[in-house]
């Protein structure tokens, strides 16, 4: 348990559906992140948020729009998305300022898109 | 971004030290180095992290020679459960937040 939970653990959607994940952090952290990990790849960043602001989108499609109403809670919306979409979406959290603090990942979320 | 290399799988057996090495050469010098490991279908799991003195906590020990430019990950007692994809990645600020840039990483293999 690393205080970041996600939901739901696995999501099987169709290319016309929209569907979100979620995640929560009860850490007080100030930063929160989605990764997007494929089969084989590395890890990706897509979305940095800093107190609830969007720092970076790493050239991340619009098909997937992130949103942090709080520094609690993130959320990523997902719309017409394609099979190569398929991947394992990682939250994660870390305090923003100060050296030396640690980023906690969520159990992430399998996405299958049909 | 500082890059860092790492073999791409090693093995080990049960009961002995397993020592991963990782390369950054490229490292600035208010940079931290981060380890992390994945077992198969889970989210990445914090290990240790370093600026310039070694580290050692219940899980491992950081090693990071004096010039900053690679270090060694020890699992003191490798067990079956250390089998997984070790990350060694160097932090940095990004729009006052962090950032980790996640490489290849090394599978380690512990065997009985």
């Known amino acids: 348990e690393t205080g970041v939970t996600q939901t739901p653990r696995h999501l099987v959607m169709g290319m016309t559906n929209k569907k979100s994940l979620k995640c929560e952090q009860h850490l007080g952290h100030n930063a929160m992140y989605w990764y997007k990990q494929s089969a084989k790849k590395p890890l990706e960043l897509m979305f940095v948020y800093n107190f609830k602001e969007q720092t970076e989108n790493n050239s991340v499609p619009s098909r997937f729009s992130p949103e942090c109403p709080n520094s609690s809670h993130l959320f990523l919306h997902l719309h017409t998305l394609q099979p190569e979409d398929s991947a394992l979406y990682l939250c994660?959290?870390?305090?923003?300022?100060?050296?030396?603090?640690?980023?906690?990942f969520g159990e992430g979320s399998w996405l299958t898109v049909v | 971004d500082a890059k860092t290399t790492q073999p791409p799988s090693m093995d080990c057996a049960e009961g002995r030290a397993a020592n991963l090495p990782c390369n950054h050469s490229t490292i600035s010098g208010n940079e931290y180095v981060y380890w992390y490991r994945q077992i198969h279908s889970q989210g990445p799991q914090y290990i240790i992290h370093g600026l310039k003195n070694n580290e050692t906590n219940e899980m491992a020990s950081l090693i990071i020679t004096e010039d900053r430019k690679s270090s060694t990950l020890i699992l003191p007692h490798a067990t079956l459960r250390d089998t997984a994809v070790y990350y060694c990645?160097?932090?940095?600020?990004?729009?006052?937040?962090?950032?980790?840039?996640f490489g290849q990483g090394t599978r380690l293999t512990i065997n009985p």
């Open positions: 994660a959290s870390s305090q923003a300022l100060g050296d030396g603090n640690t980023i906690y």
């Open positions: 990645i160097v932090r940095y600020l990004f729009g006052g937040a962090q950032k980790l840039v």
